[in-house]
């Protein structure tokens, strides 16, 4: 289901793409705006420790490679985030 979520939501034009991506909207006036968080199974562990040390839920996807695929992407992403 998440990744068809990502799916629409890259259609409709309300995904954002990357860690800083998601705390650059998730903070300040943008505070709020993000409904989901999704990361690769294989996200580098840096990433996952500044959203656990931010105490941020999020949804676990496939590996990256494979989500690059299923969502025919042209670039590596760990970090999904759904407006």
């Known amino acids: ?16 793409f990357g860690l800083k991506e ?13 409904k989901k968080l999704f990361v690769v199974k294989d996200a580098r562990p840096e990433t996952l ?4 040390d931010s105490k941020i839920e999020f949804e676990m996807l496939k590996d990256r490679v494979t989500v690059k695929h299923d969502l025919n ?3 590596d992403c760990e970090v999904f985030s759904l407006k």
Do not use: A, C, R
């Open 73 to 75: 992407l042209d670039f």
């Open 49 to 52: 420790k500044k959203l656990g």
């Open 22 to 34: 998601f705390f650059k909207h998730s903070s300040g006036k943008s505070k709020g705006k993000i």
């Open 1 to 16: 289901m998440s990744l068809k979520e990502i799916e629409e939501g890259i259609n409709e034009g309300k995904v954002l």
